[in-house]
């Protein structure tokens, strides 16, 4: 099984774990910037970005995680996809600037404008339940960048070589197909 850690510091990472090991891997929880030495590949949940940051920003996390995401697989949802994206506006904040893509904070409006919607995505199966809360917007994406979901013409789920980022939380719906392509991504660069 590969090993997968969700980094623990804040945010709904409880949830992604129990999706991760319903997808067929082994969830590691990382507090610590060491524990990053010992997964395979790391979810990035949603919470809040700046408070994320300011976790970070002590005992080095920032760095080792910087180094992390450039060549590891990484996924970033919600808040997430805001920490991995080349540059964040409303406001502008600093990133790990892997994910080549503009994203726009609570682009939706307020936390009451949070919306499940389903839509048909590039993933096989049907159409896939979407849950949204306080979303940031994609509103720029790079060459690099497949997008495999959209609403109203901008991407929510994209992927860019060892990365995959969405903009709503597949944690919270019952659907393990958004985890499962991850595991599978992992799976995928380890054993190359
Ligand atoms: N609004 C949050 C932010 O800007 C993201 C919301 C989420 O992760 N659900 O960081």
């Known amino acids: 099984k590969p090993r997968i850690g969700v980094l623990a510091i804040q945010g709904d990472f409880a949830a992604h774990a129990e999706a991760l090991r319903e997808a067929g891997a082994e969830a ?3 507090r610590k910037p060491a524990e990053l030495a010992g997964v395979e590949g790391l979810v990035i949940p949603g919470g809040e970005s700046t408070t994320f940051l300011r976790f970070l920003e002590r005992d080095g996390f920032l760095g080792a995680l910087q180094e992390f ?16 994206a080349k540059e964040v506006r409303n406001p502008a904040q ?10 726009e904070r609570n682009a939706y409006g307020r936390q009451i404008d949070s919306i499940i919607e389903t839509s048909q995505t590039a993933l096989e199966g049907g159409p896939l339940e979407l849950v949204y809360i306080r979303a940031p917007r994609i509103v720029r994406s790079g060459e690099g960048v497949k ?5 109203d013409g901008f991407p929510v789920l994209v992927e860019q070589d ?3 980022a969405a903009t709503f939380h597949p944690e919270l719906s019952l659907d393990r197909r958004v985890h499962q392509r991850f595991v599978d991504l992992v799976r995928s660069r380890t054993t190359a």
């Open 147 to 151: 997008v495999l979901a959209e609403r």
């Open 69 to 84: 995401v450039q060549t590891r697989p990484t996924f970033g949802t919600c808040a997430g996809c805001i920490l991995l």
């Open 94 to 103: 600093r990133s790990l600037g892997v994910l080549d893509v503009t994203v």
């Open 162 to 164: 060892h990365l995959m």
């Open 28 to 30: 590691v929880l990382v």
